[in-house]
Each structure stands twice: as C-alpha cells, then as structure tokens.
C-alpha cells in the first residue's frame, strides 16, 4: 500500500474505478450550460435522489447551483465524442453544443434526446468538500432507453458496455 | 419522461446507470464486517476524499460509522462470486468470509489481496438522506493492480471490463 497518496497517487486509484459517463446540463436565469461528469451516483429512493460531484473552480459551478433544475444525461455508448465536447476537449463553444438537433425542445433544461438515462431534478442541498461541491439532486423525472449500450470511463479511455 | 416516478422507476432508471462493484469493509471496536457496495465515488484530491453511500437500515451500517477506519476494495473482473457472497445473496457467514486467505494480514482493516484498488482511509464527515448515509472517506494508502479487468455492474448484470 502506498501511504499518504499525493495526488498522482490518487488520481492514479480513482482512474481505476469505472465510472458512467453522463453529461451534466441545466437552463435558467443564470444561462444554459453542460458539463462532462464521471461522479454521479444513487443515493436513496425516498425521496428519490441523486447526487453529482462539480468542481468549484469550474465556470459552470455556480450555473448549476444557481439555476438548481439540471439534468443529468447518462450516455449511451455511441456518446464518445458528445462527452469530450462536454468535457471541453473539442473547443466547441456552449452556445453551438445546444443549436445541435440533439435535445428534446419541450423540457425546461436541455434533455438529451438518445441519452441512455435521463434524470431531471432540483439541486436540494449541496456540500461543499475540498475543491467540490457534492450536489443532491431531488427527480422529478426520468426517461430509460432499454437495451441500449453505455459508456464507461476507466483507465483513463472510453469504453462501450453492451446491456447483455 | 415519467414525471414524478415511483420507486420501480427510480430503481429501473440507476439499474443502467453503470457502476463499480467494490466490498467496503471495516474492523475496530464495533466488529469485522464487509458489504458490496456499488455506490462510490471521488469528490476531491485536497484532501484525497472518496464518498461512499450506505443503506441505514443495514447491521453493518453501525459498525463502519462507530469504526470509522474502512477499505474500499474496488472489484476485479474475477471478483463476481465474491460480490455475491458480500451482498449476502450466499448465506456464507461473515466470519467465515474473513477466514479465507484473500485478505491482507498486516493491515488494520480488511484489505484484500488481489482487489483492482485498495483505498483505506477514515470517515471524517457523514450526511443522511432518506435511507442512506453519504460516508466521506478521507484517504490515508492506496494500492493499485494496473493492468487488471474491472467489474462493472449494469441492468441488473456484473459485467468485465478490460483495461484496455
């Protein structure tokens, strides 16, 4: 065991746990943004929630925590390169990645239309932990594609999981 | 969109969101106890903090709140069987799951030997959610088997993941 992990330590064990990959979007008084999270997990059933871990050095931060209606779009395997446009790999401004036939137009915050999962919901609580905030987010409403492959990030690549 | 889901649809709707499997284990004053748990996940690198999700209503739950000191053992692709047996869907007793020669003798929590990634560190804070607690471990040593399959579990399914 490595003690007292620096942070290439830790970067290093956290690259080896596998992770969904979903993209984060919201709309509202403070504008429409989207960003690429692996952190996302099910916390309880009562009332259903969520929670989804953001940096909050990120520009997008107080976008989500502002607005508090987001969306959290889980991808289907095909979303390879939709995730590294949300990750802001691609230098895609915003504004372009949402003129994109790609969301559903009837939902209040940008719902990918083919996502694997869709979880819309309002950031109920949040806490802030060293460079994060961990945000809990109460569903309203979600939406399963079944049968569809997802996508799952470990050891730092892309990898694509069939359903069965 | 299913508006306002009920428990089957919230349940239906995280069983395609991918996740690692991984047995949290502890020791200390409250007892030996491990459980499968599929909901971890890195919040921050300052310091190195990972959360951990646990049902309240479970025995074990007590036992890693009061010990405090805990592994998170990140599951290889061998390691199905195992998930199995600390899901408790086995019957095989707890004491009997820690007397097989899967664990590491010298550490003070039950680490096992040839798990994917090691993280041992200690619950520092805990939030409670309807039925869950939110652990947040801040680590302490880590060990990593670069190079190992992941075992990742998706509609109600383990699957095996390869590193590359």
Same mark, same amino acid.
């Given at each position: 065991?490595?003690? *007292?992990?620096?942070?290439?330590?830790?970067?290093?064990?956290?690259?080896?746990?596998?992770?969904?990959? /979903? #993209?984060?979007?919201?709309? !509202?008084?403070? !504008?429409?943004? !989207? #960003?690429?999270?692996?952190?996302?997990?099910?916390?309880?059933?009562?009332?259903?929630?969520?929670?989804?871990?953001? *940096?909050? +050095?990120?520009?997008?931060?107080?976008?989500?925590?502002? *607005?508090?209606?987001?969306?959290?779009?889980?991808? !289907?395997?095909?979303?390879?390169?939709?995730?590294?446009?949300?990750?802001?790999?691609?230098?895609?401004?915003?504004?372009?990645?949402?003129?994109?036939? #790609?969301?559903?137009?009837?939902?209040?915050?940008?719902?990918?239309?083919?996502?694997?999962? *869709? #979880?819309?919901?309002?950031?109920?609580?949040?806490?802030?932990?060293?460079?994060? +905030?961990?945000?809990?987010?109460?569903?309203?409403?979600?939406?399963?594609?079944?049968?569809? +492959?997802?996508?799952?990030?470990? /050891?730092?690549?892309?990898?694509?999981?069939? +359903?069965?």
């Amino acid at each position: 065991m490595t003690a *007292n992990p620096d942070r290439t330590d830790f970067r290093e064990a956290m690259a080896h746990l596998p992770a969904a990959v /979903n #993209i984060l979007t919201t709309d !509202g008084p403070g !504008g429409r943004c !989207g #960003i690429t999270v692996s952190a996302v997990c099910s916390v309880t059933d009562d009332p259903p929630t969520v929670l989804v871990c953001v *940096n909050r +050095s990120s520009a997008s931060h107080d976008i989500f925590s502002g *607005n508090r209606r987001v969306c959290v779009n889980v991808l !289907g395997g095909r979303h390879e390169e939709l995730a590294m446009h949300f990750a802001g790999a691609t230098k895609v401004p915003m504004v372009e990645r949402f003129a994109w036939d #790609i969301w559903d137009p009837q939902e209040p915050v940008p719902v990918l239309r083919d996502a694997l999962v *869709n #979880i819309v919901g309002t950031i109920r609580d949040r806490k802030s932990m060293g460079s994060h +905030s961990v945000m809990f987010v109460e569903v309203e409403s979600v939406r399963v594609r079944t049968g569809d +492959s997802s996508l799952v990030y470990f /050891n730092r690549r892309f990898h694509r999981l069939e +359903s069965q």
